[in-house]
């Protein structure tokens, strides 16, 4: 259970509104806030599946249709924004600066979309850009609650997809570590490639330990979750994952190291714990950082770096560097890019680039300035973990769970409008783990 931030923080203070937009605020929570929370836990959960793009492969346990598997998310943003607009019908929303930075992507974005360098699908992915960012928008409302409602969402919609990565592992074993030329853990319930799986996995970890740090998250399960995710990030072999989980952990348990006994005490037992497992183990640590692979592709990141060269070796037009070419599927030649700057660069050029910048300082800047607490060293561990992770990742430029990690990261730091219901008459105790 995570408890509310107004048992464990001084919550700042709520800022006045007019009697007419306090009318309006308090519509949105509706006579019904148990059903609330449900209509805006499934938009969450839609926004999300809608990120897991399906792609087809003979590790599949259920071989969709390929034009079936990739119509099913798209599907899924469509009803994510009509159920949305059910829940928010006066089209109220909360100025942040992350989606005002992303909308100015989007707006970026169609620039050079329409004029079709990668043919008709750069539209339809700039329009799933656009219809994404709308459905976020349309679901700020209910950011900055003293509930961590958006938290809960994304910390269940993580424990799914891992769920659902464990159970295809427990039924086929074989296919489940046949992915990626074999030995790394990925999903086959729903394709899931092992570099997807261990973002879901770490993120899930590094939120469940700040939390548990912080003294929000007092469940029996708590152990249960960050054990079991654990595992799966280590089964992954992903190596920019952990280093980002590492990295978020550290930056969000030092924001918490003066106010927690807890974090200091944490401290200390791993420092040691460490330093102990360093000397024992360094062997067994050094084989899974190298993945079988020689001293060629570690220097290269498995490849990564040619495809780096070749893209910005591509020739240009002052045009295309400074706006990019439009949406495309994050690849060059037919390999991914697997970075979310020169992504990005790509797609929307440098002035793309230096947004993606300013939405990781903004965050980070709103993050630092935030009074101490479980909301703030959660944000601080997302910004830092998809900042690390960017650099060998894709998601910054376009639709990504990446982005979603961003969203849950403003919503915490947003001060609340309307008053939250209390713990007794809210699902907060019904929350997993």
Request: charged share 10%; hydrophobic share 50%.
């Amino acid at each position: 259970m995570i408890r509310p931030v107004s048992a464990i923080s001084v919550a700042p203070p709520m800022p006045e509104l007019s009697p007419e937009l306090a009318r309006d605020w308090g519509l949105l929570a509706g006579p019904n806030e148990r059903s609330m929370r449900r209509r805006i836990g499934w938009v969450w959960g839609l926004l999300f599946f809608n990120v897991m793009t399906y792609t087809t492969g003979s590790t599949n346990l259920i071989p969709l249709p390929h034009q079936v598997g990739k119509a099913l998310p798209e599907m899924a943003l469509g009803v994510a924004l009509l159920l949305v607009l059910t829940a928010n019908k006066r089209l109220l929303v909360r100025p942040n600066v992350l989606l005002i930075l992303f909308t100015a992507m989007c707006l970026l974005a169609a620039l050079m979309s329409f004029r079709g360098y990668f043919g008709p699908g750069s539209m339809i992915r700039w329009v799933r850009f656009a219809v994404f960012v709308g459905a976020l928008w349309l679901t700020t409302p209910w950011w900055g609650r003293r509930d961590f409602m958006i938290l809960h969402f994304q910390r269940r919609a993580l424990m799914v997809v891992i769920g659902t990565v464990i159970l295809g592992m427990a039924i086929s074993p074989t296919k489940a570590f046949a992915n990626a030329g074999g030995g790394r853990l990925a999903g086959i319930i729903w394709p899931i490639q092992p570099t997807q799986v261990a973002h879901y996995a770490a993120v899930l970890v590094g939120m469940t330990v700040v939390l548990w740090l912080a003294g929000a998250s007092r469940s029996k399960w708590t152990g249960v979750v960050i054990a079991a995710a654990s595992v799966v990030l280590v089964l992954t072999h992903s190596r920019i994952a952990l280093v980002a989980m590492l990295a978020g952990v550290l930056i969000g348990g030092l924001s918490l190291f003066l106010s927690r006994k807890r974090v200091r005490r944490a401290s200390a037992v791993a420092i040691v714990v460490v330093g102990i497992g360093a000397l024992s183990f360094a062997p067994l640590i050094t084989d899974w950082f190298a993945r079988g692979e020689n001293s060629q592709a570690l220097s290269e990141l498995t490849g990564r770096t040619n495809v780096w060269s070749a893209v910005l070796a591509q020739p240009r037009t002052e045009a295309n560097t400074l706006f990019g070419y439009g949406m495309s599927n994050d690849g060059f030649d037919g390999i991914p890019i697997d970075s979310s700057w020169l992504s990005t660069y790509q797609d929307q050029g440098l002035v793309g680039d230096v947004l993606d910048g300013l939405v990781l300082l903004s965050l980070l800047i709103v993050a630092l300035i935030s009074p101490r607490g479980p909301a703030r060293a959660v944000a601080l561990f997302l910004v830092v973990y998809c900042a690390v992770e960017s650099f060998t990742q894709t998601g910054l430029g376009q639709p990504s769970t990446s982005i979603l990690d961003l969203a849950v990261a403003m919503s915490l730091l947003m001060p609340p409008l309307i008053s939250t219901p209390s713990p007794e008459n809210s699902s907060i105790g019904e929350s997993l783990a």
